[in-house]
């Protein structure tokens, strides 16, 4: 069987049918065109570099001082969990932070908020960042889930070798 053979089996010989599947993956490949930048945008108006930038303009900025650090995990790669305190309104209070190894706790972590200072956030530290993976669950399956409607609304006859 030649590759001639094998194209034909599965697009069969219909000049047509063949301009069907070129739209098909004219989508497929135009999904992720459009879906990749749009991803870069969502994920950059999530992080935390943009939330720290609108805290520095609001100056809701607290300067906290390391008080305790303990390594935990094996010698040479050690995770910090460390403990910072600072003064906000004349009330001394304590933020505790993680940092993933090759990091290391600064003596001085710069801690900011959004409205409400008793939710502080800094850069410096370790997130877990799984909303950004449930955004780009649709960045990889929307493209392919526009192609098969496409495929679908298209008519295609679905033909096997």
């Known amino acids: 069987m030649t590759i001639k053979d094998a194209l034909i089996g599965v697009f069969?010989?219909?000049?047509?049918?063949?301009?069907?599947?070129?739209?098909v993956f004219a989508i497929l490949i135009g999904g992720y065109v459009i879906a990749i930048p749009l991803y870069g945008k969502i994920s950059s108006r999530l992080s935390w570099e943009r939330k720290r930038d609108i805290a520095r303009s609001r100056d809701h900025i607290i300067k906290a001082a390391l008080i305790r650090k303990h390594p935990k995990g094996e010698?040479?790669?050690?995770?910090w969990n460390a403990a910072y305190r600072y003064e906000f309104q004349g009330e001394e209070k304590k933020y505790h932070a993680y940092f993933k190894e090759p990091t290391r706790p600064p003596v001085y972590l710069y801690l900011y908020y959004l409205d409400n200072p008793r939710k502080l956030f800094s850069v410096e530290e370790y997130h877990y960042?799984?909303?950004?993976?449930?955004?780009?669950?649709?960045?990889?399956?929307?493209?392919?889930?526009?192609?098969?409607?496409?495929?679908?609304?298209l008519n295609i006859p679905l033909t096997t070798v």
């Not at 069969?12 to 739209?23: H, L």
């Not at 649709?138 to 609304?153: D, K, Q, S, Y």
């Open 129 to 153: 960042e799984n909303h950004k993976a449930v955004l780009l669950l649709p960045v990889i399956f929307l493209p392919w889930i526009l192609a098969l409607m496409a495929l679908f609304l």
């Open 75 to 79: 010698s040479g790669k050690y995770s």
């Open 12 to 23: 069969t010989d219909d000049p047509v049918n063949w301009i069907k599947w070129g739209i």
